[in-house]
């Protein structure tokens, strides 16, 4: 195993678009987290996965945004309507419970135009 | 609400020397996880040393130890003998029931 993939590394749209994005975790590891780091500060927790489960979701995240973790494997983002202020780097992360530390993916840089 | 604060935006230190990266954070919980995570430029967030709130012995791992005052609600992260290779962004995180990262500590290493 690698690590945490996700797909695509880069990805420029325009205002008002769809996008989506893929995270693979380490195989075993069964939590997953998304978070969104802009330059500059700490990685912003958007939500995270027990397996299938969605437990936790942050009340900064708007209904425009969206995960799912289908079957405990593969997760994806999926944001509505981008909006310039949603550019940032959106990082995946696993781990193998909650106190263990998390192994992070490269992350996905959003631009929206 | 949990926060983390690193109040040290940017450090530097010599090769070869020692620094100290410091932490804060809230919580009126008793069970939680603390971590410090290293981001060089442009590459992978990894971590590098984790603390059970539980346990009073400090972590240490390698040239990496932390002094963690439960009480004073202070996790520190000392880097001894650094290396070039140490430069990057260093993030305290916090873990219980949610997960929350500080704003970061630049560090960089003199040659």
């Known amino acids: 195993d690698t690590g945490v993939s996700q797909d695509p590394r880069h990805k420029i749209t325009k205002r008002g678009q769809n996008v989506t994005f893929r995270c693979d975790p380490i195989?075993?590891?069964?939590?997953l987290y998304w978070y969104r780091q802009t330059l500059g500060q700490g990685p912003e927790f958007l939500t995270y996965?027990?397996?299938?489960?969605?437990?936790?979701k942050s009340r900064l995240l708007s209904d425009r945004f969206s995960a799912e973790r289908p079957k405990g494997s593969f997760s994806t983002l999926e944001i509505q309507r981008t909006e310039q202020g949603d550019s940032a780097m959106y990082l995946c992360?696993?781990?193998?419970?909650?106190?263990?530390?998390?192994?992070f993916g490269p992350g996905t840089r959003l631009t929206v135009l | 609400a949990q926060t983390v604060t690193q109040s040290q935006p940017e450090m530097s230190v010599q090769e070869a020397e020692t620094v100290t990266l410091s932490c804060t954070y809230d919580?009126?919980?008793?069970?939680?996880?603390l971590f410090w995570y290293k981001q060089p430029p442009s590459r992978q967030m990894i971590l590098v040393i984790r603390?059970?709130?539980?346990?009073?012995q400090n972590a240490t791992e390698n040239r990496f130890s932390v002094n963690f005052q439960k009480a004073a609600k202070s996790f520190s992260l000392k880097i001894s003998d650094s290396q070039l290779g140490d430069a990057a962004m260093y993030f305290c995180?916090?873990?219980?029931?949610?997960?929350?990262f500080g704003a970061g500590t630049r560090l960089t290493v003199k040659p």
């Open positions: 195989s075993e590891h069964n939590r």
């Open positions: 603390q059970e709130a539980y346990k009073q």
């Open positions: 996965f027990q397996n299938e489960a969605q437990l936790e």
């Open positions: 992360a696993s781990s193998l419970g909650g106190g263990l530390g998390q192994f």
């Open positions: 919580t009126s919980e008793s069970d939680y996880y």
């Open positions: 995180a916090y873990r219980s029931a949610s997960v929350r």
